[in-house]
C-alpha cells in the first residue's frame, strides 16, 4: 500500500468523542452551543452539568437525573464523560498510590500522551502530586524525570483529569467505595484528595496558561472546591511567570532552589544559568500574598558530599534572609543510573538544626513510594522501555523464525 492510501485510510478513521470531564464553564457553553441550545439556557445547564461532573462524580450522562432524557441522549451522541485512561497502578508498602495514566488521543497520529501522578495519603489529609507535561525540559541532573525529554504540555482538562481519577479511585465522590488496599484519610469531613500539589512530571510554569485553567476548575466552589491556599505550585525559577502565579492563581509557592550559590545550582538546576538566585528571590520578595501566613515553600534536596554542609547550611539563612519562607529538606531518592547519593541521617539532622535555630521551619520530608519510584524526584514513565523490550523481543522471534 502507497503512502497516499495509508493517509486517506487513517483520516477515515472516525474522530473519538470528545469527553466534557476536566472542561472549563465556558468549555461545556460552547459544546452546548453546538447541539443548538437557546442561549437562555445555557448558563442553567452548565451549572447542572458542572454540578454533575464536579461535584457528584457523574461518569455518564445518564446519571444527570435532573436534565431531560432527549438532552442527555444529545449529550451521549457528541462527548463522553471519560477520565485518562489507568495503564498501571502501583500501590507502595506506605500507602503511597503511583498511577501511569494514558491521555485520550487527540488525532490519527497521536499515540496518547502518557503520564504519571502520585497519591500520598496521611492520617488528616490526602495529596495529589499532579503533573503539567509530558516529560520535563529542565533535565535537573538529580531529577529522574528529567531525563525524560519533554513530549508537550498537558491541556487543562487533562490536568483536572488526573484529579477526577484519583478521586474516582479513592472512593472521594459522593457514594464512592474507598479502596481497601491502602491508607486512605477517613472520617466526618476529612476528603481524601484534600491538597494538589503540582510537583509531577514537568514545570508547570512553562504550561502556565493550561495550568491557570486547571486550578479556575479545581478550586470552584460549586465543583471540587478545593481551596486555593490547598494548591501548591512548584517551579525550578521561571522567573518572569512567577508574579503572574500570583496575581491570577492565589496558590501557594513552591521554589526548587536546592543550592545557596550560582555555580553549585547551575549544575543541579540548568535553568538558573537563565534566571540566577538573584533574580528568583528578587521575584519571591515580590510574589504577591507572601506572608507570614503564606509562607513560600523552598524544597532543598539533600545530596551527600554536594551541598550538605553546616556551610551550605548557614549560607542558606543568610540567602533567604527577610523572606517568610519554610524550607523543605527532602532526603534524595536514589534512582537507576543517578551517581548522586543520599546525605546521611546524621547530616540532615545538623543542617536542619542550623536552619532551625535561625528562626526557619524546616521539616525533613518523610520518603514516600520509594519501592514503587514515586518519591519526589523520580517520577517518570517507563512506557518507552516497556515499549523498546518488546519490539527488541519481536525482533529475537522472527529472527528465530527465519532460520
Known amino acids: 500500500m502507497n503512502a497516499p492510501s495509508i493517509l486517506a485510510e487513517r483520516a477515515a478513521v472516525p474522530a473519538a468523542k470528545p469527553s466534557l470531564a476536566g472542561s472549563t464553564r465556558a468549555e461545556i457553553a460552547e459544546a452546548l452551543r453546538g447541539l443548538g441550545l437557546p442561549e437562555r439556557e445555557i448558563k442553567m445547564r452548565v451549572a447542572q452539568i458542572w454540578h454533575w461532573i464536579y461535584f457528584r462524580g457523574a461518569t455518564d450522562f445518564d446519571q444527570m437525573l435532573n436534565i431531560a432524557k432527549p438532552m442527555r441522549a444529545a449529550l451521549a451522541e457528541r462527548f463522553t464523560l471519560a477520565r485518562p485512561d489507568i495503564v498501571a497502578e502501583q500501590v507502595s508498602a506506605d500507602g503511597t ?43 535537573c541532573s538529580f531529577c529522574h524525570t528529567g531525563t525524560q525529554k519533554l513530549v508537550r504540555n498537558l491541556t487543562a482538562a487533562e490536568i483536572v483529569g488526573q484529579v477526577l481519577v484519583a478521586r474516582d479511585r479513592l472512593g472521594d465522590f459522593p457514594g464512592g467505595v474507598a479502596p481497601k488496599d491502602g491508607l486512605v484519610p477517613a472520617g466526618e469531613g476529612v476528603r481524601a484528595v484534600s491538597n494538589i500539589v503540582f510537583m509531577g512530571m514537568g514545570e508547570p510554569l512553562y504550561n502556565f496558561e493550561n495550568v491557570r ?3 479556575a476548575v479545581l478550586s470552584d466552589g460549586e465543583g471540587l472546591s478545593l481551596s486555593r491556599r490547598r494548591i501548591t505550585v512548584s517551579t525550578s525559577g521561571v522567573v ?9 492563581c492565589g496558590t501557594m509557592l513552591a521554589v526548587s532552589l536546592h543550592a545557596t550559590n550560582d555555580k553549585l545550582r547551575d549544575t543541579l538546576v540548568p535553568l538558573n544559568k ?37 556551610a551550605e547550611a548557614r549560607a542558606l539563612v ?3 534572609k527577610g523572606l517568610p519562607a519554610k524550607i523543605n529538606l527532602i532526603p534524595f531518592n536514589p ?24 528562626g526557619y521551619a524546616s521539616p525533613v520530608r518523610t520518603p514516600r513510594g520509594r519501592d514503587i519510584l514515586a518519591a519526589c524526584g523520580q517520577l517518570k514513565s517507563e512506557t518507552e522501555k516497556l515499549r523498546a523490550r518488546a519490539r527488541l523481543m519481536l525482533e529475537e522471534s522472527l529472527a528465530l523464525g527465519q532460520e
Open 213 to 215: 485553567e486547571a486550578i
Open 318 to 320: 543568610r540567602l533567604l
Open 240 to 248: 518572569p511567570q512567577m508574579a503572574a502565579l500570583g496575581e491570577q
Open 274 to 310: 537563565k534566571y540566577p538566585i538573584k533574580d528568583l528571590l528578587d521575584a519571591c520578595r515580590t510574589y504577591p500574598g507572601a506572608s507570614n501566613a503564606r509562607r513560600i515553600t523552598f524544597e532543598y534536596v539533600m545530596l551527600k558530599g554536594v551541598n550538605d554542609t553546616p
Open 335 to 358: 534512582w537507576p543510573g543517578t551517581s548522586y547519593q543520599c546525605s546521611d541521617w546524621e547530616t540532615i539532622e545538623r543542617f536542619s538544626d542550623i536552619v532551625f535555630s535561625a
Open 97 to 139: 498510590r503511583k498511577w501511569l495514566l494514558r491521555m485520550p488521543k487527540t488525532g490519527p497520529f497521536d499515540k496518547g500522551a502518557e503520564i504519571e501522578c502520585v497519591y500520598i495519603p496521611e492520617a488528616d489529609r490526602g495529596t495529589l502530586c499532579v503533573s503539567s507535561q509530558v516529560g520535563c525540559t529542565l533535565t
